[in-house]
Every structure is written in structure tokens, then in C-alpha cells.
């Protein structure tokens, strides 16, 4: 039953093409029927059978006027209504409705979508009823309804893009022999044309060890470098994945990394996940990488929705699958040279010595008794060195061993029979080592962790070196060292291939056995999965404790800590959940792991809850108030500003009972950036006021710069330059008085934007590159990647579009990989531009109809703008003036809302000369004089100069204005363009001024 009584009629437009009447009169006599007298449901078929024009009306005045008064705007779309010139102008008419900065107030659109179809990028954002043949008609009736009876527009959940360059899956072999005609072959299938309708394929499978992610690793590593999938490359594990439940999560958790935040599809059908990889993949350029899939994976319906959707897919497994039929490549055994490259190789890596001639036959025959597996061989030759073992003798056990058939058979059983005497020479400190590396959750561990358990175990210092060195000289974990922005960080870092990584996970779980170490109990898992959680709260707090970006060093250790809380709540240990979620905060927020945070940092505050309530000790109390903070955060970052506005008040009367005055300040900043963020900038101000009040009380220098920054933003915001440039300014200085590089460089980067505001862009880019230089310096990757944005956006202004590219294209990866969606949304849109000023309209109208979601959804009004102004300029270089003409009316009153007066000059001045190619002179005329008038407000000389140039040729080709005013204009143009030093362009306006007959 409709809410609305008789008096309260509400208006329902239904916009359709002809074509479409079969299903149009009888969706509207349902409606009629459904939502009863209260509502007035309008048909037109456009000369039809039905009577809702009056003989005699103009019909397009009946229409106009009938969409005008609607309350909701009903479309059906098919490729014929989208396609009419007719419906277009409707939906046109009705987004010009909306006004307003959120898509869900303004006139109510309720799409119905009945055939796939191509749709205006705004209506994509919007949640449509779906009646196409096969879709559950009663359930999608009922949510027709139900958006037609809301009184606002009903919004899909945000777009997203990019996936992160995360190949922390493939971790490449230290030695790549042989194989280089299979890595060709790979690369050839993910790159060459591809089949019908489908995006690219490539499998590669073998038995275990035998080199497939290694491949895949080589391959992607080269794909890299080619620049062939600049859209990304996301990797997945799929081991121990394999019912169609496991699979359903393997594609959420492939679409994630190409989301906002990271944030998993809510979805949960294949169907339902095949549309939203559309919308993800669709027009891109990306690859996902399924590693290690599992015989009895579903696999053929991940790999469905990926390709349909546009993505190339690379696979690897055992055995050959399905989904792969025609695109796989069986990995052999290595060819004999290769293998016994390999194990001499291996073999003289810890002393640099060849293997002698006799030596060569030995290992030859080792090899062949091996039965050439890659792992095998690799294991047996390090034991061999480590062990200084004759390796004619070896030969002969290998030769001999009971187990030879079944390891020639599956050479998978001889890389276990290796494994074992490896361990067996082992120190027992090195065997219960080994053992206990099978508790961590990733096969990726660091020196330091290792060492931490060793000792946990039982070692002492000295035999704790000793028994990580027994794993590392018999190859059980390979060592590689990374680079990491904390000091004490775990840059020594163990992988063990999954199949060493398997070994040692039975040994430690009891289901295989080393003959000097008894089985392990449950209380000796008890302690490894103890000291493993308390080495990660140690850790953790260290690294957050060390500020800046320390924090980055957390990241190769990142499953192995979600592993340690998972395991500390098994425990029900408050004491190290609270440890470890107050160690991650940091890290949770400023990587972009949003949803990692959400899960864990609620369960953190419940832990550090009932520990304050029994200790009543203020740093107990102070912990829970703390990770509060950071929850409320992150849903700050995820667009749920409500419930982060409620903690982070609740917050604040928690740091005031404690006398907290320092949580406080920043609190009050907090609640300063949702106000900002909502618009509400006289609210903001107060919030920075009080915060900065606090910080100046305490003589707290680092809060008061960056309380004076934050008023500063408010004041560029407000469009109150001077204000900003002073706010900065003593920002600056005070930032300089306490020594912090990573606050300088922020201020930097203020005052670039500020001087960017002000059209000042040589100020703007010294700023810039001055900020960068710090930030790089630093290694704050997010401040690089939004310093290199800003450049970008500088260079563009400049009218260096190759330039402004090389910054976007440089900030991208760095966005991404700090999963930082805002950032790599802004260096999107500019990408787009840029490319789009270099010529190249397809892939510049790619890039910017991904922006536009994002931008819409998110409530950036200068943003949209400046995205839909952007694809006007693509369509009036395609000579489609009417859809130009459509995006800049769109755009045009976004950025008188938003004080955007360059863009909207802009805006004015496109749409000036569309009207003068539609021979509309007096708007054409209006919209140059409007362009002008505000270049001139803005001091803008370069668009100033542009447009009294055009001016002036429009009046005396046209026979407009008064008499002499063009060649005044023309005059006038030429001046300027002298004033600002463009003598070629002022050379080129005088000519245009005589051949018009100017004096």
C-alpha cells in the first residue's frame, strides 16, 4: 500500500523506447494496478495506441512538462531506448534534476533494466530493478516498488578500480634454468589476440616442486616490465581451496583487489559476482594469477567471470584443469643438463668451487636417481655441501634407497625422502626449529621471528644462530633480504616452498616424526603459537612506536600476525590481543587494510575493555580509548560517518574523564576532518580551534602545526587563499622548529596546493618537488605517491600533458600499492586528462568513465565536474556536439556549487563554441562574454588573452556586438598575450585582426 494520501499525488515518469511497448504498457498497468490512486503513472509511446497526450497537444511540450513535475523518473533500458535520441534527451533532462552534491536526493530514478545494455556512466550508479529474461521477476518487482515509493534515489554500493601490483604469491627462484621456450609460451597466450569474447588464458601444470610458480613468477616479472596489463596483476594461493564455497571466496577475494579499501564483494552468487566483475574489469587491462589450484577447485567458474568480465588469467596446478582445456602447458621434469646445472649450482653456492670431473658423474647420477625433480635435486645438493658428503657415495644411497620406485614414479616422494635426511642431520635445536616454522600462517618469516622461537624452544642466543643456519644451509628456507622503513625492522627474511613448508607443518602438527625429537604434544604447540604471538605484540609495538611510516615494516609479516590474533583469541588471551591491535593500528589505517582493521580492531577494544574494568590503571584505560580511535577512523575512511562521528564523541568524553588532554586535541581534530569531510566548514573550523587550543596550552609543537595546517584547509576550502597561504606559512615554521622531515614535507605539500589555488604554478611545482624530495627521503611512500599527483595536476595547468602524464603514470603504482583507492582515483582522472590532452580519446574516455563512480559516490562535486567536463572535451573532439554539450551543462553548475570559476570559464567557453556550431549566436555570445569575465576576475592572463581573441573573431564574423568592439577585443588580446611574454601567439592575433579588416 503507497504511504501517500489522495492529496499528495506523486508523479511517475516512464521514459522507454517504442520498440519496447510490448513490455512498457504492461509494466505501467502493473504499477497502476500496485501503487493505486496516490500515484499517476505516465506512458507515452510517442504516437501510440495509448491516451496519455491529448489530441491535438505538441507532444514533445506534454512530455517536457510531465517529466518536470514527476517525483520519480522510471527508465527501461535496452539498447534500443539507449540508443534513441528521444530517450536520451529524457534521461538527460531527468539527471539535470538532481542538483545536488549526493546522487540520492533531487527527482527519484528507479532504472528497470530488461536487456543488457550500454548506459550513461551517472546511471550506472544508481541501483536498478533487473527484469531481463532469467532473473527472479517477483523479488526485483518488489524492489521496483519499493524505489519508486522511497523519496530517495536508491545508490549502488561504490565502483571500484585497480587492483594493487601484489605478487608477494610468486616469489621468483633464486636460479631460473632452463625453461625460457615455456616462459615464451606463457607470455604469448596472455598477451596475444584473444579469443571471442573472452579475455586471455594460460595454464601450467606438473607435479609439486617442479618449478610452476617459479614459472608463473618469471612470466609475470617480464609482463611487468612490458607494461602489459597496466591495470594490474593480482596473485592468489589457492592451496587447500577446493569446494565451491572456496571458490566463491577466491573470486570475492580476486574483485577485492580491485576495490576501494580492498573491501570484498558482498555477493555471494557466481551470477552476482560475474555482474560486479564486469563492472570492475570491464574496458581493462588487468591479469590474476590463480597459483597452486587444486584438483577438485570449481575452478572453471572463477575463471568464467574473470575472462567474460575482461581480465587475462594465469593458472598453475598439478593436474590439468578444466577451466584450462587448450591453454595448458605441462611442466616435465627438468631436461638431465638442466637438472645437473641446478644441483652444481646449488652445490658450489656456499663456497664458490666447481664441482670436478669425477664430482660431475656423481652428481650426474644423483640427478638421475632423483629422477630430475627440481626441489629434490636442489635439497639433495645443499645437503651434500652442507654435509661435506662424497657424492659417489650418495649416488649409490640415492641408487639404492627402497623408496626409488615410488619417487620415479612420483617425484614427489623423493623430495620427501630428501626432506627427511636433511632434517635428521640436523642439530635437534635445528629440527625443532624446522618443526615450528610449520605454526606460522605464511610460508614468509623473519631472521628475527625465527630466532625469537628458536630460543622460546629452548636455545640460547649462540644455538639459536646455529639451528637457523642448519635451516638455511639445507636449503629447508631460502634467505633474501628487503628493504624496510623502521629501524629493528625483520629484513632477513625464510621462505619455505610449500611443499618444505607442508613437512614441517606434519612434523609440528605429529603426523610425521624425526628421530631425535620426540613428537610434539599440545602443549608444546601451546608455546610455539604463544611465543609466536608474543614475538608479533613485541614486534608490532615497536614498529608503531617508532612513528613516520615505520609501520611499512609490518608488511611482510602481515599473515603471520593476523595468524597470531587469530590464535591469541583461541587462547582467550586479552593481554595479547590488546598488544597486537594496538601495534597494527597504524598499520591497519594508513595501508589501506580497512577491512582488516574493522574486524580487529572492535575485538581489540572489547580486550582492552575488560582489562581497563578490572584494572581500573589509567594505561589500561588509555589502550581501549586508543584502539576506539582508530576504529573510528577507519570507518571515517570507509564513508560511515555516522558511527565514526558517535565513537569518536564518545571517545572525547573518555579522554576528558582521564585527563587526557593531548587524546583530546587530536580527538577534536578528528571530529574537525568528518565535518570537513560533510561540508559543515564552519563546524571544522571550531573543531581545529579547540584542538589547536589544547596543543598551544601544552606546548605540544607537533600538534599545533598541525592544527594550523588543518585550519588551513578549511580556510582553501572556503576559498580563502590569503588565510590558507598565512595558516600554512606558520605551520611551516613551527614544523621546522621541531626537526620532524615527515611534517615538513606535509606542509610542503599544503603550500604547493595552496600556490596551486591561486594560479601561481611555478610556486606550486618548487613546493611540490621540494615536498617530494623530503617525502622520498623519509620513504613516505603516500606522501610520494600525493606529491607526484599534485605535480601531474601542475603540469597539466602548465599545458604539458606529456609531462603531466610521466607523474600520474609514476604515482599510480605507488597509490595501489599502499592501497590508498582516494589517491589512485585522483591520479586516474588525471591520467585520464593528460591523455586525453595528448589525443589518445578511447583510452583517455576508458580511465575516465572508471573515475566517474568513484567520484559521484564518494560526494567529490569537483571531482565529478571536472571528470564530466573531461568527457565533453572527448566527445567535441569527436565532432558529437550534442553529447559534449549534454556533459558540460552536467558539469557546468557542479562548479559554480563548488566556486570551481577556472573550470567553470572553461565549461563556458566549450559550450560557447558549441553553440556557435549549432548557429545559436546569442548564446554563443552569452557564454564567451561569461567565459571572459571570469578569466578576468581570476587574473587568469593565458585563458583571458584566448578568449578576447575568440571574442573579437566571433563579433566580426558574426555582425555582432557594437560597432569596432571586435578589433577592440582583438587589440586587447594582443596585448595581453605581449604582457605575458606569448609573442608568437601575439603575432598570430594581430594577423587575425588585419585579415579581419581591423585597422
Not at 178 to 202: C, F, H, S, Y
Not at 268 to 275: K, M, N, P, V, W
Not at 579 to 588: A, E, I, K, S, V
Amino acid at each position: 500500500m503507497a504511504p501517500h494520501s489522495s492529496h499528495t499525488l506523486r508523479h511517475v515518469f516512464v521514459s522507454h523506447s517504442s520498440s519496447d511497448n510490448a513490455f512498457g504498457y504492461g509494466l505501467t498497468d502493473w504499477l497502476r494496478a500496485e501503487l493505486g490512486a496516490d500515484y499517476d503513472v505516465f506512458y507515452d509511446s510517442h504516437g501510440g495506441e495509448d491516451d496519455s497526450i491529448p489530441a491535438g497537444e505538441y507532444w514533445q511540450d506534454v512530455i517536457q512538462t510531465k517529466l518536470m513535475a514527476a517525483d520519480v523518473f522510471v527508465v527501461i533500458e535496452t539498447p534500443a531506448a539507449m540508443n534513441s535520441k528521444w530517450v536520451q534527451d529524457e534521461v538527460g533532462l531527468a539527471w539535470s534534476r538532481k542538483n545536488s552534491a549526493r546522487l540520492e536526493l533531487g527527482l527519484v530514478i528507479a532504472p528497470v533494466l530488461l536487456e543488457t545494455c550500454a548506459v550513461p556512466p551517472w546511471l550506472t550508479l544508481i541501483q536498478y530493478a533487473d527484469l531481463h529474461a532469467g532473473a527472479d521477476e517477483a523479488e526485483e518487482r518488489a524492489r521496483l516498488l519499493a524505489a519508486i515509493r522511497r523519496t530517495t534515489t536508491l545508490v549502488k554500493p561504490m565502483e571500484v578500480i585497480g587492483p594493487p601490483f601484489d605478487l608477494s604469491e610468486l616469489r621468483p627462484a633464486d636460479h631460473f634454468i632452463g625453461r625460457a621456450t615455456d616462459v615464451e609460451w606463457v607470455m604469448k597466450r596472455l598477451t596475444g589476440p584473444a579469443d571471442v569474447q573472452l579475455a586471455n588464458i594460460a595454464a601450467a601444470n606438473g607435479q609439486g616442486g617442479i618449478g610452476k610458480t617459479a614459472l608463473a613468477a618469471e612470466a609475470v616479472r617480464r609482463l611487468m616490465t612490458s607494461l602489459a596489463f597496466p591495470d594490474g596483476i593480482a596473485a592468489l594461493d589457492c592451496r587447500d581451496q577446493h569446494s565451491e564455497a572456496d571458490a566463491l571466496g577466491l573470486l570475492q577475494m580476486a574483485l577485492s583487489r580491485f576495490a576501494p579499501g580492498r573491501q570484498k564483494p558482498e555477493d555471494d552468487s557466481f551470477a552476482a559476482l560475474g555482474d560486479v566483475a564486469r563492472q570492475l574489469l570491464g574496458g581493462k587491462h588487468a591479469l590474476v594469477v590463480l597459483d597452486n589450484v587444486e584438483a577438485d577447485l570449481p575452478a572453471s567458474k572463477i575463471v568464467a567471470s574473470l575472462r567474460t568480465a575482461g581480465a587475462a588469467v594465469l593458472l598453475t596446478s598439478r593436474t590439468p584443469l578444466p577451466a584450462a582445456q587448450g591453454a595448458s602447458l605441462r611442466l616435465d621434469l627438468l631436461p638431465e643438463e638442466d637438472a645437473l646445472t641446478l644441483f652444481a649450482t646449488t652445490y658450489g653456492e656456499p663456497t664458490g668451487r666447481a664441482l670436478s670431473k669425477d664430482e660431475l658423474v656423481a652428481a650426474r647420477r644423483i640427478v638421475v636417481a632423483l629422477g630430475r625433480h627440481t626441489l629434490a635435486v636442489k635439497l639433495a645438493a645443499a645437503y651434500a655441501a652442507t654435509e661435506g658428503r662424497d657424492l659417489t657415495t650418495l649416488a649409490e644411497e640415492f641408487e639404492h634407497n627402497p623408496l626409488r620406485d615410488a619417487w620415479l614414479e612420483n617425484s614427489e616422494v623423493a623430495v620427501t625422502t630428501v626432506l627427511a635426511t636433511s632434517a635428521a642431520a640436523m642439530s635437534p635445536g635445528g629440527q625443532r626449529l624446522y618443526a615450528a616454522l610449520g605454526a606460522f600462517t605464511s610460508a614468509d618469516v623473519g631472521r628475527h621471528a625465527a630466532l625469537a622461537l628458536a630460543e622460546a624452544l629452548g636455545d640460547d642466543e649462540n644455538e639459536a644462530e646455529r639451528s637457523l643456519h642448519w635451516v638455511f644451509d639445507m636449503r629447508l628456507a631460502d634467505s633474501a633480504r628487503i628493504e624496510l622503513p623502521a629501524k629493528g625492522a625483520d629484513c632477513e627474511r625464510l621462505h619455505l616452498h610449500p611443499l618444505i613448508q607442508a613437512h614441517a607443518r606434519d612434523i609440528y602438527a605429529g603426523r610425521r616424526n624425526l628421530p631425535d625429537i620426540a613428537s610434539w604434544d599440545d602443549s608444546q604447540r601451546e608455546l610455539v603459537n604463544f611465543s609466536i604471538a608474543t614475538w608479533y605484540a613485541y614486534y608490532s609495538t615497536a614498529m608503531f612506536g617508532q612513528g613516520g611510516v615505520a609501520y611499512l615494516a609490518l608488511m611482510p609479516d602481515e599473515k603471520n600476525i593476523d595468524g597470531a590474533l587469530e590464535s591469541a583469541l583461541e587462547q582467550g588471551d586479552d593481554d595479547l590481543i590488546t598488544q597486537l591491535c594496538n601495534g597494527m593500528r597504524d598499520f591497519w589505517r594508513d595501508t589501506g587494510r580497512w577491512q582488516t582493521g574493522l574486524h580487529w580492531l572492535p575485538v581489540g577494544m572489547l580486550a582492552a575493555a575488560r582489562i581497563a574494568e578490572e584494572t581500573e590503571d589509567y594505561d589500561d584505560c588509555m589502550y581501549e580509548a586508543n584502539i576506539a580511535a582508530y576504529f573510528a577512523d577507519l570507518l571515517r575512511f570507509v564513508g560511515k560517518l555516522d558511527e565514526a562521528e558517535a565513537i569518536y564523541k564518545l571517545n572525547l568524553s573518555q579522554r576528558r574523564a582521564l585527563g587526557d588532554r593531548a587524546g583530546e586535541g587530536l580527538i577534536l581534530s578528528d571530529l574537525g576532518h568528518v565535518a570537513l569531510i560533510r561540508g559543515r566548514l564552519g563546524e571544522a573550523g571550531r573543531f581545529f580551534k579547540q584542538s589547536l587550543a589544547i596543543s598551544q596550552s601544552q606546548h605540544n609543537l607537533q600538534g599545533e602545526g598541525s592544527g594550523l595546517s588543518n585550519l588551513g584547509q578549511v580556510a582553501l576550502a572556503q576559498g580563502r587563499l590569503e588565510e590558507a597561504q598565512h595558516y600554512f606559512e606558520e605551520s611551516q615554521a613551527i614544523v621546522r622548529m621541531t626537526g620532524d622531515r615527515q611534517d615538513e614535507g606535509a606542509v610542503l605539500s599544503n603550500l604547493g596546493q595552496a600556490a596551486f589555488a591561486r594560479g601561481q604554478l611555478e610556486e606550486a611545482e618548487s613546493y611540490l618537488q621540494e615536498s617530494l624530495r623530503i617525502r622520498r627521503e623519509v620513504s613516505d611512500k603516500r606522501g610520494e605517491g600525493i606529491d607526484l599527483t599534485h605535480l601531474g595536476q601542475v603540469a597539466l595547468q602548465r599545458g604539458l600533458p606529456e609531462e603531466a602524464e610521466r607523474y600520474f603514470r609514476e604515482s599510480l603504482p605507488i597509490h595501489r600499492e599502499l592501497s590508498d583507492s582516494t589517491g589512485e582515483n585522483v591520479a586516474l582522472l588525471g591520467l585520464g586528462r593528460a591523455i586525453l590532452f595528448n589525443g589518445r580519446l578511447d583510452e583517455a574516455e576508458s580511465i575516465l568513465k572508471q573515475c566517474l563512480p568513484v567520484r559521484v559516490s564518494t560526494g567529490d562535486r569537483k571531482g565529478e565536474a571536472i571528470t564530466l567536463a573531461s568527457l565533453g572535451q572527448i566527445e567535441m573532439a569527436r565532432g558529437h556536439a550534442e553529447a559534449a554539450q549534454n556533459f558540460f551543462n552536467v558539469s557546468l553548475p557542479i562548479r559554480h556549487e563548488v566556486g570551481d570559476v577556472q573550470g567553470e570559464s572553461t565549461d563556458l567557453y566549450c559550450l560557447a563554441m558549441i553553440a556557435e556550431e549549432q548557429n545559436d549566436l546569442s548564446t554563443a555570445e552569452q557564454r564567451y562574454r561569461e567565459a571572459l569575465a571570469l578569466s578576468i576576475d581570476l587574473r587568469d592572463d593565458t585563458n583571458a588573452a584566448l578568449l578576447q581573441e575568440v571574442l573579437g573573431a566571433f563579433l566580426i564574423l558574426h555582425g555582432r556586438g557594437t560597432p569596432g568592439e571586435g578589433c577592440v577585443a582583438l587589440s586587447e588580446a594582443t596585448k595581453r598575450w605581449e604582457r605575458i611574454g606569448r609573442s608568437e601567439r601575439a603575432s598570430r592575433t594581430r594577423w587575425i585582426s588585419q585579415d579581419l579588416g581591423c585597422p
